[in-house]
């Protein structure tokens, strides 16, 4: 069965720094891979995904993230944080074509001044 | 995007009655629907998964007659708990694909309060 590990449940970042959060899969082929980030009370926002194609991708608020099949990872990082990316961040895999998306179990991103 | 609504935003119920949220799709013809579920500060956990005129298939201890989903039309699908109980309060979350798309779109969440 497929599976998505986000191994840090909460990281706590200064303002202006870098982030890098960490998502590992497990699964046969290659699964499409998204994050998301969800905002207290809120509903998920797509950040970026990744179907195939250049490993590097690029997202929405300033994100990237870098798929690495030999290490079945798909890690989320940006340059600088800001206050306002304070969230829960979530990294989701699912096969394509109709199946249903798995989430890890989120990351929740601390942002001190 | 594709858009994808819930309605209502969030309810409050009272212990043992049902309650019916709604899942739509606004521009797109949803043949797959699914229904997550989220406990606070917990990750979203897959409910079942429901194709436009077929039954529901439910994940593993999820009661399929305590949440009852229906996917009637291409646009719509509807999960209802019936005799909810105060440890059906969560978040509610759907979110539905076409056969074209690769992804599937989320709708905004129903917060559900039972008291």
């Known amino acids: 069965a497929q599976s998505v590990t986000q191994p840090d449940i909460h990281i706590t970042v200064s303002e202006g720094a870098s982030l890098e959060l960490r998502c590992n899969y497990s699964?046969?082929?290659?699964?499409?891979l998204f994050w998301y980030v969800q905002s207290p009370g809120q509903g998920l926002q797509l950040l970026l995904k990744?179907?195939?194609?250049?490993?590097l991708v690029q997202g929405i608020k300033g994100f990237e993230a870098e798929f690495k099949r030999s290490q079945s990872s798909f890690n989320l990082r940006k340059p600088s944080v800001h206050w306002s990316d304070a969230a829960e961040y979530f990294c989701?895999?699912?096969?394509?074509?109709?199946?249903?998306?798995?989430f890890g179990a989120g990351t929740r991103l601390f942002v001190k001044a | 995007g594709a858009v994808v609504s819930q309605h209502p935003s969030w309810v409050i119920c009272k212990s043992g009655t049902s309650v019916k949220i709604e899942c739509r799709s606004l521009?797109?013809?949803?043949?797959?629907m699914f229904w997550y579920r989220q406990f606070p500060k917990q990750s979203l956990m897959l409910m079942a998964t429901?194709?436009?005129?077929?039954?529901?298939?439910?994940e593993q201890g999820v009661e399929k007659d305590k949440f009852l989903i229906n996917h009637a039309s291409l646009t719509l699908s509807t999960l209802t708990v019936t005799s909810a109980h105060p440890e059906d309060s969560s978040f509610y979350i759907c979110?539905?694909?076409?056969?074209?798309?690769?992804?599937?779109?989320f709708g905004q969440g129903t917060r559900l309060t039972v008291v």
């Open positions: 699964y046969g082929a290659t699964p499409y």
């Open positions: 429901s194709n436009e005129g077929s039954k529901a298939t439910y």
């Open positions: 521009d797109f013809q949803a043949t797959t």
């Open positions: 989701a895999v699912d096969k394509g074509g109709g199946f249903k998306t798995i």
């Open positions: 979110s539905a694909r076409d056969n074209m798309n690769t992804e599937a779109f």
């Open positions: 990744y179907f195939s194609g250049d490993t």
